[in-house]
């Protein structure tokens, strides 16, 4: 069964520094997400993706911020200078064909700010 | 916009006894509703959905929710229990045409299974 992956699984970084996390969807879907935990909190939206340009952005979702396809099969999210509040687990999510087809979530990449 | 609400964040049971776990929901709008698990080191696995057809939802591993309207509620159950369910259970909502928003998660419940 086809499944979403996201590599880094772990990622430690010193504020300050940029973090890009990497997912890759699920081929032929055309929508996607990317949401995070912090530790102990709700899953958040942050951001989704359709079409090659943002479709809606949370508040959590600021400039720091940016999302890229680059190539046709990844989905990246950049956080430019990273914060200690930024510390969480990070998850991908894609969509089939329509907005209201299942979101398939892969298994998070949890990052770490020191 | 959409709220959810799982009261419990932790539900102990004992193997082969039934659960329920509890979520409430807010929304201006028609909305669909979904149960995810999140077992240890793992993603977010979709247990069951509704979507406006049937109230009563039957999903994976045994699990089963309704869709109650009048109380906005979408519990989960489980009729017996295994030592495999320990996870972590988040209920979430989407506005019924679908939503560029994104879904609307509640905290989760970690269900713990008990020997």
């Known amino acids: 069964e086809p499944e979403v992956t996201q590599t880094p699984s772990h990622q430690v970084t010193q504020m300050g520094q940029e973090v890009i996390l990497r997912c890759v969807p699920i081929?032929?879907?055309?929508?996607f997400y990317w949401y995070r935990q912090i530790l102990g909190q709700k899953v958040e939206f942050l951001v989704s993706?359709?079409?090659?340009?943002?479709?809606?952005k949370s508040e959590i979702f600021d400039d720091q911020f940016s999302v890229e396809r680059p190539d046709g099969s990844n989905f990246t999210l950049k956080i430019r200078s990273t914060k200690l509040e930024d510390s969480a687990m990070y998850f991908c999510?894609?969509?089939?064909?329509?907005?209201?087809?299942?979101?398939?979530f892969g298994p998070g990449t949890r990052l770490t700010v020191l | 916009a959409q709220s959810v609400t799982q009261l419990d964040s932790q539900v102990p049971v004992f193997e082969e006894a039934p659960v329920e776990l509890r979520c409430n929901y807010s929304?201006?709008?028609?909305?669909?509703l979904f149960w995810y698990v999140q077992y240890p080191n793992q993603g977010l696995q979709l247990l069951l959905k509704?979507?406006?057809?049937?109230?009563l939802v039957k999903g994976i591993n045994g699990f089963e929710a309704e869709f109650n309207k009048s109380q906005t509620s979408f519990h989960l159950r489980k009729p017996s229990v295994h030592i495999s369910d320990t996870a972590e259970y988040f209920c979430?909502?989407?506005?019924?045409?679908?939503?560029?928003?994104?879904?609307?998660f509640g905290k989760g419940t970690h269900l713990i299974i008990q020997p």
């Open positions: 999510a894609s969509q089939g064909t329509s907005i209201t087809d299942t979101q398939y």
């Open positions: 993706f359709y079409n090659n340009e943002i479709s809606e």
């Open positions: 929304s201006s709008v028609s909305v669909y």
């Open positions: 979430a909502v989407i506005p019924l045409g679908g939503g560029a928003d994104g879904l609307t």
């Open positions: 081929s032929n879907h055309l929508y």
């Open positions: 509704y979507t406006s057809a049937a109230t």
